[in-house]
């Protein structure tokens, strides 16, 4: 037990990556991206991150990532695709990617919200990498409004894009100790990563 301690003590104290001066994902632990543009938002986040990215979806799913579409964001060819053919397999995927510590961005396209369960392995598996170097960051991807119990941070993304920009509402719906927030987020050229600025009603209430 003691040392189930101290190993969370060291997670708490991790390192994070910052997608933002104002958005900052702590490694070791698993998130989860929702809404319509959670893609954007993985792609954006592997933008901002070295090395390959491991993506699972399940092997049914009609839809999987263009190329065309990823460029914007980052360079397709860093990505490992890996298609589970039953449901079972794509957490066990995740977990044992994590635990492995071999990669630093592993990403989850789930049919639907898992559990506290294997969310909590998850992060353990994510404690367990980082004993093997930089800790990793798990991602999980869920459709709808999301709902992964016992997630670091959950986060929505819908595009709202204009002629003159592409443009997404991204929220903050969860994060420990850190209240909701929504901001407009811009890109305004490939591979700049987005510029975000936060509604009139964050800025009223802080």
Not at 90 to 101: K, N, T, Y
């Amino acid at each position: 037990m003691s040392a189930h301690l101290l190993d969370r003590k060291a997670k708490r104290t991790a390192a994070g990556l910052a997608l933002h001066p104002q958005i900052t994902l702590q490694l070791g632990r698993v998130h989860e991206a929702c809404g319509p543009a959670r893609r954007s938002f993985a792609t954006w986040l592997a933008g901002q991150t070295q090395g390959p990215v491991l993506w699972i979806s399940p092997a049914w799913e009609p839809g999987q990532l263009n190329p065309d579409g990823m460029m914007p964001f980052v360079d397709p060819g860093r990505f490992i695709f890996v298609h589970p053919t039953r449901a079972e397999d794509i957490l066990w995927c995740l977990e044992e990617a994590l635990r492995s510590g071999a990669i630093p961005l592993i990403i989850g396209d789930l049919p639907g919200a898992p559990s506290l369960t294997p969310v909590r392995r998850m992060h353990l598996a994510a404690e367990q990498g980082g004993t093997l170097g930089r800790a990793p960051l798990g991602l999980l991807l869920t459709p709808g409004d999301g709902g992964a119990q016992g997630v670091e941070t959950r986060w929505h993304m819908a595009a709202n894009h204009t002629q003159e920009a592409r443009r997404w509402t991204l929220t903050r719906r969860r994060a420990r100790a850190l209240p909701p927030v929504t901001w407009q987020a811009t890109q305004t050229k490939p591979r700049a990563g987005l510029n975000l600025q936060r509604t009139a009603t964050d800025e009223v209430s802080t």
